[in-house]
């Protein structure tokens, strides 16, 4: 089957309509950044207000029609504090009861045209995505620039989850900013007309074993922005406790504490690491089937091992006393460098059987 | 332990209940952190005494994986690669296995069946052209084969992985005049190998009057070597 | 994981027992010493010190980096087991440094010795901790939930509310709702006068959590008993050509430590055709779109010949051997006279690609009974770039061969065996002439009245590889329980609610407090869980909201 060149033109613009909405979208979340209307005190104010509202909860689930609590039964007993952060940063961390669309709303006029236009693009980017795929009738991930393009989908995708799951609108500017990136360099180095796939990747286990990768590596590219936040954060903390900056800085209190994005990241990581589990099993039966063994340390199966082997250790010293904080999410980081090089220098330098970058190089 | 899992409580005072055995007093620390004092010295021996039954079974289940483990990768990498080593089996009267029958076509285009060799000693020797070892026993086969033709030994050939243009060519500028089987495809090898193994080129089997193998020679061979075996295989009893 | 509190002391204070007291150092079995403990004791100590590090999760996080760190040299360097033609090249360009890297075992990383040292030691150290907590789990399986605390408030989630049900009944209610969602419960005693329900659910994180790493266990058992029994072998094949699967047939063998060259299926293969298509046109033009290996096979001498086609995703299954196709070229076919005009050689000779877009192909002719051999630059479609034989597309549109000549000894009668592919030239003396060019059906008259080569004309060669790996489905197996026990452990949370009530100040109904707590919080959620349960046991007394407490 030739390739349809109509679908192939139509996924390029998509593509790069993407490109400039993101953009358009990191502006707008760097804006609120800068000019955005404080939320702290909107935080704070709220958490008390979560038992009662958790009560309330009770009160309404428990049946339609039941006459509802009254404010006095529903006073506790105790004080009872759910999970918000101590550290009294920014950053409301349970989900409130109120709708997303009011949340967004009420973040403020710049969060809503950020939200808008990352909406956007992301209806913009998953359609490139579905052109390339009908251009060429095949899953469209089955050379490196396929393969960005649709890990960087996956990652807006994931980062969209999280921030209106999590309200952490300050996350907008550095993972679509990172977004923007990734898709910049795949459009101008890495960029692969359409094409149909050698024999060798014609077969079904493409749109399993790829697609989990693509899956696993977009959400460890958010775990690892969110990382890097971590550590700015954290380090910023630090030198404040230590006197050596000043409270206040506008630009590092916006972003969530320190802990709610050490928590978000260890999701982040225990959502990715089963999939990436899932994925290297998937390319070990594929590669049973095509190059007659299940594993032969094949230098991107070694790199895919690798990556393995230190998000397991980052899950484990989670786990450890002494080893939870700053130095986990090095683990984490050095864990995303690796998938990195197994994505971008091994598969494309390294001569093995996994080849297919379509790179020239 | 439950260590971790809840903070510390203050025991409630004579409310508390005296546990009676090591799992309940067990559970008993863990959430109170504190336990009655008379217990303390019991249940630390029988804790201290569960403990190291644990550790016991622990230590000899890991010794052995660790034992197994490296019996395995031992093993593992010292695989066999094919390798030909000179060795030559030789089976005693009694103990030798029935060659297979088979016909086959020769190089020249003649049938060859195994069975019209019965009554005679046949020298079978699988060989190439393309094989350095077999075309350097070759002249010896050449000159046993003009030898032996008045003492009831017949030399047959099975000229593997070959073309006959190649194999003809080189027959002829050795001087080898008996006939060899055409077999590109190793068929005869491996009915061959279900009774005796024929693991590389050259090898030579003889083959007695029984028509049972006799022995197994792996690699080039000398004149006294198969004279020895000619020997040995012309006593069928 | 819990945390191993190793001390980090040595193993003077690690010999517990001995060293608190006369009684328990009795109930070690050791002699009540007066002083320092015996030599058995300090041994045991030094044992157990080095276990509990062993076994902690530190060591457990630097062998799993010691694991990453030396799988990476393995990807770097060519390796002896998958690219032995690399190894050598490798030898050669850098003379100095390659035997360090060999003496440290770097060309045969995953095969060393200090590889392997690694990962056994993580295998003993995920043993080591896992059978404790198997002990340790199915010991709390069976102990009931803790008593609840006296004071929930302290609890990170808890929720109080009035109810109008005596404390008795509304904690019984509680317990049904509780015990409805399959929680484990546990009352107080009979003659107790506090009214209390303690829940506990979630222990299957636990039991997915060991299941993961004993799966691993798995993996690597199969792994091993794949390497012990199993075997790979490889076989080229010219179109026509058949072949027995049978050791002196294959060109290249590897088995496992437990298995001989007679554990061979009896099968036999004949390729009938091979097609390789390549896009014609476009941006694409030279890829190839297909191959496809017809091959006809029987899976015992005498049984029906089958066929099948093999493709690259697409082995063929005999009994349980699996037959792959790996790589493919060509094989031009030629005759070769000698002085005396007599036929000394017609094959069909594989050459080796040397280029896999194009097809550029390497080989030699050896006809040694003409004294005589060739070096030979195959190309399937012919062009002249400069002077220079190109080739411009895979498939043999315009194929052409160029041959280099030699006379002489080619040193075959010598019983050194020599590869195939190769030709050795010492000694030997070049045909004036050489480089010449032919096509299908063209002669070269050798100079010298030496003989000719004629290039008769092409077919394909396959290459196909023959393996069978017992430990192949119980690895996948693992890999699955593995994968399970991991979703498991991550989405299943292990927590603990508890239900206190007290009588009102008021005399009638009571005072419920709800309180909870989880243990981890991987998947987070558990706010939404505590609040529905606490919404359900709330619901499940009918009455409590009239009242208007305080």
New interface residues.
């Given amino acids: 089957m030739s390739v349809n060149l109509g679908f192939a033109q139509a996924s390029n613009d998509f593509l790069i309509a993407a490109l400039l909405i993101y953009s358009l979208a990191v502006l707008a979340f760097a804006g609120d950044y800068a000019f955005g209307r404080p939320r702290r005190k909107a935080a704070t104010a709220a958490a008390p207000a979560e038992v009662a509202q958790l009560a309330a909860v009770g009160a309404a689930t428990a049946g339609a029609g039941a006459p509802a609590v009254p404010a006095g039964a529903a006073e506790p007993v105790s004080p009872a504090v759910p999970a918000v952060p101590p550290t009294g940063s920014a950053g409301p961390v349970l989900p409130r009861r109120v709708g997303a669309f009011q949340a967004i709303w009420e973040a403020g006029p710049w969060i809503r045209v950020a939200v808008a236009l990352s909406t956007v693009g992301i209806l913009s980017h998953v359609v490139a995505v579905v052109c390339r795929g009908l251009a060429v009738h095949r899953a469209p991930w089955g050379n490196m620039y396929e393969f960005i393009t649709a890990l960087t989908c996956v990652a807006a995708i994931f980062f969209g989850y999280i921030v209106v799951r999590y309200r952490a609108w300050a996350l907008g500017v550095f993972v679509m900013g990172a977004v923007v990136l990734a898709l910049g360099l795949a459009e101008t180095l890495i960029y692969t007309a359409a094409g149909p796939l050698v024999p060798a990747l014609q077969s079904y286990w493409l749109s399993i074993h790829v697609t989990a990768m693509t899956l696993a590596t977009g959400i460890f590219f958010v775990a690892a922005v969110l990382g890097i936040m971590y550590l700015v954060s954290e380090r910023y903390r630090k030198r404040v406790v230590a006197g050596k900056a000043e409270p206040g800085n506008g630009l590092l209190e916006r972003i969530p504490s320190a802990q709610t994005l050490d928590k978000l990241t260890y999701r982040a990581v225990v959502f990715g690491f089963p999939v990436w589990t899932f994925g290297v099993i998937a390319g070990a039966i594929w590669a049973d089937q095509a190059w007659g063994r299940y594993w032969g340390w094949d230098p991107v199966e070694t790199w895919a091992f690798i990556t393995w082997v230190i998000y397991a250790a980052y899950l484990h010293a989670r786990a450890t006393a002494g080893w939870r904080g700053a130095r986990a999410h090095y683990i984490q980081l050095l864990g995303f460098a690796s998938l990195m090089t197994n994505m971008l220098i091994v598969q494309v330098f390294i001569t093995g059987m996994h080849s297919y970058a379509g790179v020239s190089g | ?7 510390s ?1 203050r025991p ?1 005072g004579p409310g508390l ?1 005296i546990s009676r055995s090591c ?2 007093a ?2 008993d620390i ?2 109170t952190g504190v336990l009655p004092p008379g217990r303390l ?1 019991t249940v ?2 029988s804790l ?2 569960k403990a190291k039954r ?2 016991v ?3 000899t ?2 010794l052995a ?2 034992l ?3 019996l ?2 031992t ?8 390798a030909a080593s000179d060795n030559t089996v030789v089976y005693q009267p009694g103990h030798r296995p029935l060659a297979p029958d088979f016909t086959a076509t020769s190089l020249t285009g003649a049938t060859i069946k195994m069975s019209s060799y019965r009554g005679k000693t046949v020298v079978l020797n ?1 060989w190439g ?5 077999c ?2 026993e070759a002249p010896t086969l050449a000159v046993l084969s003009q030898q032996y033709a008045s003492k009831g030994v017949d030399f047959l050939g099975d000229d ?4 006959p ?2 194999a003809l ?2 027959l ?2 050795v001087g080898i005049t008996y006939p060899s089987i055409n077999d ?4 005869i ?3 061959f ?2 009774v005796a ?5 050259p ?1 030579t089997v003889v083959i007695d009057k029984t028509g049972h193998v006799a022995a197994m020679a792996l690699g ?1 061979v000398s004149y006294g070597e198969m004279t020895t075996l000619l020997h040995d295989a012309a006593v069928t009893s | 994981m819990t945390d191993v509190h190793t001390p980090k002391s040595g193993p003077e204070q690690v010999t517990g027992p001995a060293a608190q007291g006369e009684a328990t150092a009795r109930a070690d079995g050791s002699q009540p010493g007066a002083g320092g403990s015996p030599p058995g004791q300090a041994i045991a100590g030094w044992l157990r010190w080095g276990w509990r590090q062993l076994t902690s999760m530190r060591t457990a996080l630097i062998l799993l980096f010691l694991l990453a760190l030396g799988s990476i040299p393995g990807s770097l360097l060519p390796q002896q087991g998958t690219d032995p033609a690399s190894v050598q090249q490798y030898f050669t360009s850098h003379p100095a440094l390659a035997p360090w890297l060999n003496r440290l075992g770097l060309f045969n990383v995953f095969a060393a010795p200090w590889y392997a040292a690694v990962y056994l030691l993580l295998f003993a150290s995920l043993v080591g901790c896992v059978v404790p907590r198997t002990f340790r789990l199915v010991g709390a399986a069976r102990t009931p939930p803790p008593r609840a605390p006296r004071n929930l408030a302290r609890l990170p989630h808890s929720v109080s509310y009035t109810s109008a049900l005596p404390p008795a009944a509304a904690v019984e209610g509680a317990a049904t709702v509780l015990g409805g969602q399959r929680f484990r419960l546990r009352r107080p005693a009979a003659d107790s006068t506090e009214h209390w329900v303690s829940a506990e659910k979630g222990y299957l994180r636990e039991a997915g959590n060991l299941l993961f790493h004993l799966a691993l266990l798995g993996v690597l058992l199969s792994i091993a008993a794949g390497g012990l029994f199993g075997y790979k072998t490889d076989k080229l094949l010219v179109e026509g050509q058949s072949f027995a699967d049978t050791a002196s047939a294959l060109d290249e063998i590897h088995l496992g430590r437990l298995v001989s060259d007679s554990d061979f299926a009896p099968f036999t293969l004949t390729l009938n055709k091979f097609t390789a298509s390549y896009i014609e046109s476009g941006e694409s033009r030279g890829q190839p779109s297909n191959f496809d290996a017809d091959v006809t096979y029987t899976s015992t001498p005498g049984a029906t010949p089958k066929s099948y086609n093999i493709r690259i995703n697409d082995p063929l299954s005999v009994d349980s051997l699996k037959v792959y196709l790996i790589g493919h070229g060509y094989a031009p076919e030629f005759k070769v006279t000698g002085a005396n005009g007599q036929v000394a050689y017609q094959e069909e000779t594989p050459f080796i690609p040397a280029n896999t877009g194009t097809f550029l192909s390497d080989g030699v002719v050896k006809a040694p009974d003409a004294s005589l051999g060739f070096m030979g630059v195959f190309v399937p479609t012919a062009i002249s770039v400069g002077g220079t034989l190109e080739s411009i597309f895979p498939a043999a549109d315009a194929p052409a061969v160029s041959l280099i000549g030699y006379s002489g000894n080619l040193g075959m009668n010598s019983a050194v065996s020599q590869s195939v592919y190769q030709l050795d030239t010492t000694g030997m003396t070049e045909i004036t002439g050489s480089p010449h060019l032919l096509v299908p059906g063209q002669t070269w008259k050798l100079p010298g009245g030496k003989g000719s080569i004629t290039f008769v004309g092409v077919k394909q060669w396959v290459s196909l590889a023959i393996t069978y790996d017992p430990g192949q489905v119980p690895a996948l197996v693992c890999g699955i329980l593995a994968l399970a026990g991991l979703l498991i452990s991550f989405f299943v949370r292990r927590r603990r609610v508890f239900v206190r009530a007290v009588p009102a100040a008021s005399g009638t109904g009571s005072v419920v407090t709800v309180g909870g707590l989880t243990r981890s919080d991987a998947s987070g959620g558990f706010e939404e869980e505590f609040a529905e349960l606490a919404a359900d046991i709330a619901a499940a007394e009918p009455g409590n909201q009239s009242n208007t407490g305080a």
């Fill in positions: 332990m439950g260590a971790g899992f809840a903070p409580f409630a209940v799992d309940q067990r559970a863990g959430d010295q630390r021996e201290v005494f644990r550790t079974v622990t230590a289940a890991v994986v660790l197994a483990a490296a395995a990768v093993f593992l990498t010292q695989g066999k690669g094919n699988f052209s393309w094989c350095p070892p075309r350097d593997v992985g070959d073309t243009a190649n060519a080189f002829h500028s590109p495809g190793y068929l090898v491996q009915k190998s279900q193994p024929v693991s590389d080129t090898t080039a």
